[in-house]
Nanobody
Framework: QLQLLESGGGLVQPGESLRLSCAVS????????IGWFRQAPGKEREGLSC????????KYAEAVKGRFTISRDNAKNTVYLQMNSLKVEDTAIYYC??????????????????WGQGTQVTVSS
C-alpha cells in the first residue's frame, strides 16, 4: 500500500525556519516525483515545489522561490522541504504527493496520484 506521511509542521514566528519531511512507504522514490502543496483556510490548494524521481529537476512557485528548498534522500525514501524566512501568509496545511510520471522532469500542474494527510504550519507572532 502506497503511503506518504508528512511531519515537521508546527508553530513558529515570522522569519523562522521549519523543515518538513515526507516519508513514503509501499513504493520506491526512485520511480516517483514528489510535490509539495499547501492549502490555507478558504483558499485553493497551491503547488509550492516539486522534484523529479532522479532529483535533477526541481521547480518552485514564485511565492516560495528563494525561501524554500526541496531535496530528497532516496535511500531513506524521504523528501524534505526546507522553509526559511517564514511569513504569516505561509500558514496552511502542507501536503506532499507522488507522481509516477515525473521521472526526469517534474511539474506542479499535473495530477498527482498519491497524497499524504498533511501537516499544519502556523506562522504567527
Amino acid at each position: 500500500q502506497l503511503q506518504l506521511l508528512e511531519s515537521g509542521g508546527g508553530l513558529v514566528q515570522p522569519g523562522e525556519s521549519l523543515r518538513l519531511s515526507c516519508a513514503v512507504s509501499g513504493f520506491s522514490l526512485d520511480f516517483y516525483g514528489i510535490g509539495w502543496f499547501r492549502q490555507a483556510p478558504g483558499k485553493e490548494r497551491e503547488g509550492l515545489s516539486c522534484i523529479s524521481a532522479r532529483g535533477q529537476s526541481t521547480k518552485y512557485a514564485e511565492a516560495v522561490k528563494g525561501r524554500f528548498t526541496i531535496s530528497r534522500d532516496n535511500a531513506k525514501n524521504t523528501v524534505y522541504l526546507q522553509m526559511n524566512s517564514l511569513k504569516v501568509e505561509d500558514t496552511a496545511i502542507y501536503y506532499c504527493a507522488a507522481d509516477p510520471n515525473s521521472v526526469n522532469l517534474c511539474s506542479l500542474h499535473v495530477e498527482y496520484d498519491y497524497w499524504g494527510q498533511g501537516t499544519q504550519v502556523t506562522v504567527s507572532s
